[in-house]
Every structure is written in structure tokens, then in C-alpha cells.
């Protein structure tokens, strides 16, 4: 019984262990992915204010599509690259939060052959 006892007390233990390291992987993602953001922000602010600034002094109405049509493009091909690397992130946050629980889950499996 006595051995039982410790045998669950470990288990409790490794499970508090890999709990602590799960939060800390997700942490670090969830920063990641706040930084990305952010920088992602920034990009689209300056590159939104700089075409504003663009076609203030512009003189023909060609040239504002010209402008517009440019901004469009840019501002697709950014988002486009900001969610591919967001999707990075999210994917690596699952695999690092759930990396952690696979050796405790083969542990309980194999206890409980």
C-alpha cells in the first residue's frame, strides 16, 4: 500500500513538472505570436501612412490607381505573409503544449497494463 502511495505521489509530481513546462512553452508562443503582431501592425501603419502621403501630392488620376493598386498588392502579399507565420506559431504552440503530456500519458498506459 505504502508503495502504492509513493508511486502516486511521483506521478502527481511529474505531472506538476509537466504542467509548469507546458505553461512555459505556451508562454513563449504566445509571445512570439504578440510580436508578430505588433511588428505586423507597424508595417501596415507606416505602409498605410506612406501611401496617404503618396497621394496627397499626386496629380492624375492614373497615378492614384497606380498607387492604390500598388498598396493593395503590398498589403495582401503582408498579411498573407503575417498569417503564415502566425499559422506557424499556433502549430508549434499545440506540439510544444502537448509535448509534455506524451511521456506522462505512456506512463499511465503502461501502469495500468
Excluded: H, R
Aim: glycine share 2%; hydrophobic share 40%; net charge neutral.
Amino acid at each position: 500500500m505504502l508503495n502504492q502511495f509513493e508511486d502516486f505521489q511521483k506521478m502527481s509530481k511529474d505531472s506538476v513538472d509537466l504542467a509548469v513546462k507546458s505553461l512555459g512553452s505556451t508562454s513563449k508562443n504566445v509571445q512570439a505570436i504578440a510580436t508578430e503582431t505588433a511588428d505586423y501592425s507597424k508595417k501596415a501603419f507606416e505602409n498605410s501612412s506612406s501611401v496617404v502621403e503618396k497621394l496627397v501630392g499626386v496629380k492624375s488620376l492614373d497615378k492614384v490607381f497606380e498607387i492604390q493598386s500598388d498598396f493593395a498588392k503590398s498589403a495582401y502579399e503582408g498579411f498573407v505573409a503575417y498569417a503564415s507565420k502566425v499559422s506557424e506559431i499556433y502549430t508549434d504552440l499545440a506540439k510544444d503544449t502537448a509535448k509534455p503530456f506524451e511521456t506522462l500519458m505512456a506512463k499511465v498506459q503502461t501502469a495500468a497494463k
